[in-house]
């Protein structure tokens, strides 16, 4: 019994990011803790996202390095892909991992219960394979986010679909892969799949990739796919998949635009959801958003004050230096005696796709509507390691400065190592940065990165300059 006079002083439901930052904190500032998780210790990030996920992109950009090797004078011989290898060694990785994350749960004094827990009020938790019911003074919520797909009803053959969840798990690698969405998960796999030799289409609904991003970086990432040779089909939705036994790709995926598309991998990026569906939020008076997820406050508070939530359950921002942060902000707030909360303006981050985008701060049309005025910096050049390749590769970087204290209030780059370039320069991009503070800042030569200390000349859009 904790000193509150419930089991527990802190119950966590969800062992991910968020979840086992927010324990591990709580635990060691003296609460009692307990976490449940139903699937596997690390959640989405460590077991199906973005570590397995790095390591296929590390996988797949291999073999471009073969082909750049050979444009550098190196014999590479016939390069052979070895897949069930290449995904034993990265699922023992995983499991390395989800051992560590454990062991760091245990050495803090936290109770593991490895299985699904759901709320019973808002101080009970009942856990569902034991049938154990705990109380707790606060609740964590702290579930993540699930891959959405649409009901059999909408598109039928749906079930002959995966998502990222499954993407993992593929024994072979496909020959054919269609892959339906146009946001983070479409983009990266198309480019993985794409770089490891498979015959790659991705279907997006709208025109351009990447919504919300940038519009240089859509446009970059847009045509890179078509160069990396993925078949990039526009304005476009799957409307049926169908299984044709006896096929070596048995699946046809009949599209909106009356056009088919054989696969023997069908994968839908169409988005993530909350991961709320009967965890007892209704029964513990938790308040949840449209879109199903937990309603928080700036401190991740709910409506109900001893309960709180987050990471992706919480559709803030869904990346996993995020949830760590929100985990710890709880956790320092509520156990550990010193207040802050979580800033969620200027968050740094990548898209691995082949090249990466690396991005901070507002996209160009943001820091319009919010500044009104605002002038660019930009430039889309081969980079000095292109000009002894046959595949000419280019890469684009443009700062928005917002024009009355010329303050960079963003940075967007498309180009190899975008994510290593872009965690540097959220650094200056949070401290405030000027134009002038960036222009003082001397190059290292010979980089790609230097092109963005010697960004002089601004853009002006076509028709103010005619
Ligand atoms: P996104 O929200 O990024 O993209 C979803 C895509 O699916 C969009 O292109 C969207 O189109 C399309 N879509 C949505 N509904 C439908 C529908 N009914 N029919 C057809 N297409 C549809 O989701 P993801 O699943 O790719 O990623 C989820 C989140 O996970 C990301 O937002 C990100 O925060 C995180 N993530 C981060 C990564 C990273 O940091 N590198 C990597 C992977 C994921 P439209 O654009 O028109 O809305």
Redesign the pocket.
């Known amino acids: 019994m904790a000193e509150s006079g419930y089991d527990y002083d802190l119950f966590v439901i969800g062992a991910g990011s968020g979840g086992v930052r927010a324990a591990r904190i709580a635990a060691q500032a003296g609460a009692r803790v307990a976490i449940a998780e139903e699937f596997r210790i690390g959640g989405t990030c460590v077991i199906r ?2 570590v397995p ?1 790095k390591y296929m992109v590390y996988a797949s950009d291999y073999g471009r390095k073969l082909d750049e090797a050979r444009d550098y004078g190196w014999d590479v011989g016939e390069p052979d892909f070895d897949f069930p290898k290449f995904m034993t060694k990265m699922h023992n990785e995983v499991d390395r991992l989800s051992g560590i994350y454990l062991r760091n749960l245990a050495n803090a004094g936290v109770d593991v219960f490895e299985e699904r827990a759901e709320m019973q009020d808002d101080h009970t938790v009942l856990i569902k394979e034991s049938g154990k019911t705990i109380s707790a003074d606060k609740i964590l919520i702290a579930t993540g ?1 699930t ?2 797909r ?1 009901a059999p009803e909408e598109l039928p053959g749906v079930e002959h679909t995966i998502t ?1 969840n499954e993407i993992f798990h593929l024994e072979e690698l496909p020959k054919q892969i269609v892959i ?7 983009c ?1 796999f198309a480019h993985i799949f794409a770089g490891l030799g498979v015959e790659t289409c991705l279907v ?3 025109d351009t ?1 990447l ?2 991003f940038d519009w240089d970086v859509r446009t970059a990432v847009h045509d890179g796919l078509t160069d990396a040779g993925v078949r990039v089909i526009t304005q476009a ?2 409307d049926k998949i169908e299984k044709r036994d006896g096929e070596e790709c048995p699946y046809k995926v009949h599209l909106s635009n009356g056009t088919t598309v054989n696969a023997d991998v069908v994968v839908m ?4 959801r909350a991961a709320t569906e009967g965890l007892g939020c209704d029964k513990a008076g938790v308040k949840l958003s449209e879109r199903g997820a937990v309603i928080v406050d700036e401190k991740s508070q709910t409506s109900v004050p001893n309960i709180y939530a987050v990471g ?1 359950v919480t559709d803030r ?4 230096p995020v949830a760590i942060r929100e985990g710890h902000s709880f956790a320092d707030t509520v156990f550990g005696g010193n207040e802050w909360s979580f800033d969620h303006d200027d968050v740094p ?4 796709t082949q090249p990466e985008v690396g991005t901070v701060g507002m996209t160009e049309a943001e820091a319009r509507k919010a500044y009104g005025d605002v002038d660019i910096y930009k430039t889309n050049f081969g980079p000095m390691k292109i000009a002894l390749l046959e595949k000419k590769e280019r890469v684009m970087f443009k700062l928005v400065v917002r024009q009355d204290d010329q303050r960079v209030v963003g940075v967007h780059i498309v180009s190899p190592d975008a994510g290593e370039m872009i965690q540097m320069l959220g650094i200056a991009v949070k401290m405030g940065a000027t134009k002038a503070q960036f222009d003082a800042t001397c190059a290292v030569h010979p980089t790609v990165a230097e092109e963005i200390v010697t960004l002089r000349q601004k853009w002006v859009p076509e028709t103010e300059s005619a």
């Open positions: 996202g973005c996920k986010g891959p959405w649409p990222s339906g969405g146009g946001g983070y998960i479409a990266e997006y609904r709208g990739v919504n919300g939705v799957f990026a169409v988005g993530r992706d921002i869904a990346l996993t981050s990548a898209v691995f």
